[in-house]
């Protein structure tokens, strides 16, 4: 029999992004793997959100390519992403997930406990009726997660979901995104917290300027940083 197609290993292969004769990526070279959470750092405007969208396959690259395990042009069946600003339909939360799960092709007749299921995964279980668009900031996003997760995605992709979240509801945005990467999905995270990187990264991405400035594993990205910019970075100052 043969194996299941798998978009991972996900590879930016030489990729630029311009728009308006501005580049907004230049020339990323990045792998990501099946494995521990990879957490794209980096200053505002560095181009974590630009490289989300474009591994995602929703902006092509004015130049390079991506593939997705060696192939090209793969439609994003296998992969989510959770926007900064999730925007929800006007209507409870399982009806929300309950159209997220009738787009990813779940039959009707398992909507229903599917849709009880993802909000029990989110902590949300209690909620299902709560009109979507009246929850806190935290639980819209938590069931941003669980709409990103009805289609079973092997990649997801998350840009700051903890961003403008207090520590209470960071530390359960944090543990679902935890809870979520040990059940086996990749997780390629942009944060703009260095705590919150070294919380949950596997691996630390750190951008500026469009580009990959280095790529460490979290133990060392911190200890014993290679740039001088990542030093920088770590130590507090402003990349300029
Ligand atoms: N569609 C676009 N047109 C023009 N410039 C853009 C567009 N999208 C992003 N940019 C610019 O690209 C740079 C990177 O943005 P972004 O990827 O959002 O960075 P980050 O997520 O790290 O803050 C910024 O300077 C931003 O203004
Ligand atoms: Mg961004």
Redesign the pocket.
């Known amino acids: 029999m043969r194996a299941p197609a798998t978009d991972l290993p996900l590879m930016l292969e030489d990729v630029s992004l311009l728009?308006?004769a501005?580049t907004?990526l230049d020339r990323v070279r990045l792998t990501f793997s099946a494995g521990a959470p990879t957490m794209l750092v980096?200053p505002?405007?560095?181009?974590?959100?630009?490289?989300m969208r474009v591994a995602m396959g929703l902006v092509p690259p004015t130049s390079g390519r991506v593939t997705y395990g060696g192939r090209t042009g793969v439609p994003p069946t296998r992969r989510a992403i959770v926007f900064q600003r999730p925007v929800m339909l006007r209507r409870s939360a399982s009806a929300n997930l309950v159209y997220a799960l009738a787009a990813a092709g779940v039959p009707r007749n398992e909507r229903s406990a599917a849709t009880q299921e993802l909000l029990d995964r989110v902590g949300l279980g209690g909620l299902s009726e709560r009109p979507a668009r009246r929850m806190s900031g935290g639980e819209q996003q938590r069931l941003a997660i669980a709409r990103a997760l009805a289609k079973q995605p092997e990649i997801l992709f998350l840009d700051e979901p903890t961003a403008s979240l207090d520590p209470a509801a960071t530390k359960a945005t944090e543990d679902i995104i935890r809870t979520i990467a040990a059940q086996g999905i990749k997780i390629v995270m942009?944060t703009h917290d260095l705590g919150e990187a070294r919380r949950l990264g596997g691996e630390i991405v750190l951008?500026n300027k469009?580009r990959v400035v280095e790529v460490a594993d979290t133990q060392t990205f911190f200890t014993t940083p290679a740039t001088d910019a990542a030093r920088r970075f770590v130590a507090g100052e402003l990349l300029v």
């Open positions: 728009a308006r501005v907004i980096g505002n405007g560095s181009g974590k959100s630009s490289l942009a951008m469009g």
